[in-house]
């Protein structure tokens, strides 16, 4: 994997973020003080620090992590509308589909990465 330049960040979304709560994120800034000042600012109202100072290998090997339950609860809070708390069934459908395919391909990274 290409490595990317500027100071990696793994976050963690907190009960704040609702159905996101557990999903593990990375995201890139230019500096450590640019994070720095972006989380004091409020950056961190929804999301806690994993790991900063990081390679990008570690960041997403850091998303892996993040529990299937999380990632259930975050396709179900995707497929609600705000306004009346109803579900789309079909959108659900789809985002839970996508889910089930990256859990596929973790497992098939880990057979084939022993």
Not at 40 to 60: F, K, L, S, Y
């Amino acid at each position: 994997m290409s490595a990317k330049t500027g100071y990696n960040v793994a976050l963690r979304y907190t009960t704040d973020a609702g159905g996101y709560a557990g999903v593990v994120t990375w995201t890139s800034f230019p500096s450590k003080a640019e994070f720095d000042g972006w989380f004091e600012a409020g950056g961190n109202r929804e999301q806690e620090v994993v790991e900063e100072g990081i390679t990008e290998d570690r960041a997403i090997e850091l998303c892996r992590t993040t529990p299937l339950r999380s990632y259930v609860a975050a396709a179900i809070d995707e497929s609600t509308n705000p306004a009346t708390g109803v579900v789309d069934h079909g959108r659900v459908k789809v985002r839970l589909q996508e889910v089930r395919l990256a859990f596929e391909a973790r497992a098939l990274d880990l057979l084939t990465n022993r």
